[in-house]
């Protein structure tokens, strides 16, 4: 299984980027997908996470109304859109896949796949 993260960089403070995950070697339909950050000294944390039939569930609420987590099916691809973006989302972000919904809730415990993480940083 692979989990490819890519779109991360640098940016602005009031920016846009959009994250993409291509996901392979699973059935995709099975898997809940989701994304994680985790900035330097801080414990990890779920950013959002979506089913398969696109509801979305989103974790700090900072990024409510900023962040949209979306997934097309037929692509095996998961993407994140950031949108207003602040220093304090600078972070590393990981793209991930479960078969248990509730593995979003219990901080990332028991997830079977991640990906290796794409970088994003927005200067002030």
């Known amino acids: 299984v692979q989990l490819q993260a890519s779109g991360g960089g640098l940016v602005q403070a009031g920016g846009s980027l959009r994250l993409s995950c291509a996901a392979s070697?699973?059935?995709?339909?099975?898997?809940?997908m989701g994304w994680f950050r985790q900035a330097p000294g801080k414990e990890r944390e779920l950013v959002a996470a979506?089913?398969?039939?696109?509801?979305?569930?989103y974790g700090a609420d900072s990024v409510k109304g900023r962040f949209t987590i979306s997934r097309d099916n037929a692509k095996n691809m998961v993407y994140l859109q950031m949108n207003s973006l602040k220093p304090e989302d600078t972070a590393v972000y990981y793209c991930?896949?479960?078969?248990?919904?509730?593995?979003?809730?219990?901080?990332?415990?028991?997830?079977?796949?991640w990906g290796k993480g794409t970088q994003v940083t927005v200067s002030s």
């Open positions: 979506i089913t398969w039939s696109g509801v979305s569930t």
């Open positions: 991930t896949a479960t078969r248990t919904y509730n593995n979003y809730r219990k901080g990332g415990s028991g997830i079977e796949y």
């Open positions: 070697g699973l059935t995709f339909s099975m898997y809940y």
